[in-house]
């Protein structure tokens, strides 16, 4: 079955401690976003990618950086200068065209990562 | 408001009844897309609706959106408590790139 998979499901992070998220899809979208989702709100774009080797700022890109090597692959790491980089973190896909006949966006299942 | 701002925060309604959610914008939309949440998982597409639609239907949800108001409600027919989760209001920018605002989400739950 297509779909998203986010890696790990949870993760705990030291402060000072870089940490890397891992999502991959084999929808075969071109697009790839990674929001965050802090309770009581809505999603916040960090970063997302329209083509294999190109990625751009979102809303709230300091403190996280990503890349984009393959096409099925769209990794984030979460930096030690995210100062609050405690959340839900939630990837998704989508063709290029979000409004087209199959638009809309493909979510992973999440990873939470806590800080200790 | 925020763009993308759903109403209400919170609903509790019993199993059988129906459920209403708006979702309020301020820009010209493209189109604009509703996501249902079960907790600490993903977001599921559930409909998507273009700008120059009024309704759509999918199973039991209805969508509306009414353009001149900016705004936009999901209903849930006949609900179920499986339909407990938040849901979500996309909405994408008429304008170039990928610029998609999601609001805050209504909690529905249902109760059997």
């Known amino acids: 079955d297509g779909g998203i998979t986010q890696s790990p499901k949870y993760l705990f992070r030291k402060e000072g401690q870089n940490v890397t998220l891992s999502c991959e899809q084999n929808l075969n979208h071109d697009a790839m976003y990674w929001y965050r989702q802090d309770p009581g709100q809505g999603l916040r774009l960090i970063y997302y990618s329209q083509i294999v080797n190109d990625f751009q700022k979102g809303d709230i890109a300091e403190g996280y950086s990503v890349s984009r090597e393959k096409k099925e692959s769209f990794p984030l790491t979460v930096t030690s200068a995210q100062k609050n980089p405690t959340a839900f973190y939630l990837c998704?896909?989508?063709?290029?065209?979000?409004?087209?006949?199959?638009?809309?966006?493909?979510f992973g299942s999440g990873t939470r990562l806590t800080v200790v | 408001s925020q763009q993308g701002e759903e109403d209400p925060q919170a609903l509790s309604i019993q199993e059988g009844e129906n459920a209403t959610m708006n979702c309020s914008y301020k820009t010209s939309i493209n189109n604009l897309q509703w996501y249902r949440q079960n907790s600490g998982r993903g977001l599921v597409h559930l409909i998507l609706i273009r700008s120059n639609e009024r309704e759509k239907h999918s199973g039991r949800l209805r969508v509306t959106l009414d353009t001149s108001k900016k705004s936009s409600s999901l209903l849930i027919t006949a609900s179920r408590a499986a339909d407990t989760a938040s849901y979500f209001c996309?909405?994408?920018?008429?304008?170039?790139?990928?610029?998609?605002?999601f609001g805050a989400g209504t909690r529905l739950f249902v109760k059997a």
């Open positions: 996309a909405t994408v920018l008429n304008t170039g790139g990928f610029k998609t605002i």
């Open positions: 998704a896909s989508s063709p290029k065209d979000r409004g087209g006949p199959g638009g809309g966006y493909t």
